[in-house]
């Protein structure tokens, strides 16, 4: 007699909303110190012994793509890229029936030796981050020279055929908000869709301010000067607005975290690299699925447990509430 098939569930909110989106960050650590994420001297990184294994990775991807109706995988970090296991492990999980997409977020360090292999191994989207095309001022930004790395990057991944290739850029005042007519010519040239996404708060220092960001009306104002911006498809649940420029197949998205907030639509979860279970990026609660892993649980507690993180979602971020505080963890220990 065969096994009986395990019971399907959906990651369902009291909100209406169903968490299809799994984010999963496999480290904390980065190799740029970047100014709006954590200071010169970095922070401290977790200990690996409770970093999630290759194997405990695959496990709790397997019951959230099997048993939970997860349909897209996301890595991130800190720095996925970091990982000398991500090709085997992009592998792992694009062989999990049913099989989900597979996307990365990265920084862009490393890939140009990396793109071919990440895509063999199933990859489907890449985003990379870029804030800057100038050299010092991307020194300056990140603590490091390593813009022609990036760069190289972004060619490799556009040559290995992860189309579209998305770049992501966090508009700055006073840093680089002269770039962004310049930035959207440069995507246009190098065939890669940009997106600017809002700042968002958090930094490892706490020292994001409302007044010191750069609104999306701000930088759809500053293209709409020189370019001709048309709404384009529907947004569903991907947090961009996307707009097509001066009637060509060229798209830029806009990302209004802060002041358009589409929690509404939120079909994402998240997975830090120690096993905590997230239902929001600005969640100051987690649930422990590390500690049933190592504790020898079976498959249905960690599903419960799981279950149970998601159907506690708040309505929304809550930035713009006067009660608002900021998570305990930076975005490095959090994931994109």
């Known amino acids: 007699m065969s096994d009986p098939v395990p019971t399907r569930l959906p990651l369902a909110d009291t909100h209406g909303r169903i968490a299809t989106d799994l984010r999963v960050s496999l480290t904390d650590r980065c190799n740029l110190r970047c100014t709006y994420c954590m200071p010169a001297e970095g922070v401290p990184w977790q200990p690996i012994s409770e970093q999630l294994t290759f194997d405990e990775l695959v496990r709790l991807i397997g019951i959230g793509v099997r048993r939970l109706g997860i349909r897209t995988v996301r890595l991130t ?3 996925p890229l970091l990982r000398k296991d991500l090709e085997e492990l992009i592998g792992a999980i694009a062989g999990l029936e ?10 862009g360090i490393g890939l140009d030796r990396r793109a071919e292999k990440i895509a063999a191994a199933g990859l489907d989207r890449i985003n990379i981050s870029i804030d800057t095309l100038d050299r010092q001022r991307f020194k300056e930004l990140t603590r490091r020279d390593r813009l022609a790395d990036v760069l190289a990057g972004i060619d490799a991944a556009v040559a290995a055929g992860l189309h579209p290739v998305k ?10 908000d002269g770039e962004f007519v310049d930035l959207v010519r440069w995507a246009m040239r190098t065939g890669v869709q940009l997106r600017f996404i809002e700042q968002m708060p958090l930094d490892a220092q706490h020292g994001w301010t409302r007044d010191g960001m750069i609104t999306a ?7 709409e000067e ?3 911006l048309t709404p384009f498809g529907q947004r569903g649940s991907a947090p961009a607005e996307r707009f097509r420029i001066d009637d060509t197949e060229h798209v830029v998205g806009i990302i209004a975290s802060v002041t358009r907030p589409f929690c509404g639509a939120c079909d994402r979860v998240r997975l830090t690299a120690d096993g905590q279970i997230r239902n929001c990026l600005f969640a100051r609660t987690e649930s422990d699925l590390r500690e049933l892993l190592r504790g ?3 498959e249905d507690a960690i599903v419960e447990r799981w279950v149970g993180a998601v159907r506690a979602k708040l309505p929304g971020h809550g ?15 959090i994931g994109g």
């Open 98 to 107: 049913p099989r989900p997409q597979v996307a990365l977020t990265t920084n």
């Open 167 to 176: 770049i992501n850029t966090v508009p700055m005042r006073g840093i680089n």
């Open 77 to 79: 970090g800190g720095e």
């Open 226 to 228: 020189v370019f001709t």
């Open 217 to 223: 009306n701000e930088v759809q104002g500053a293209l």
């Open 319 to 333: 930035i713009n509430d006067p009660s608002f505080l900021q998570p305990d963890r930076p975005m490095s220990a």
């Open 296 to 298: 020898g649980a079976d």
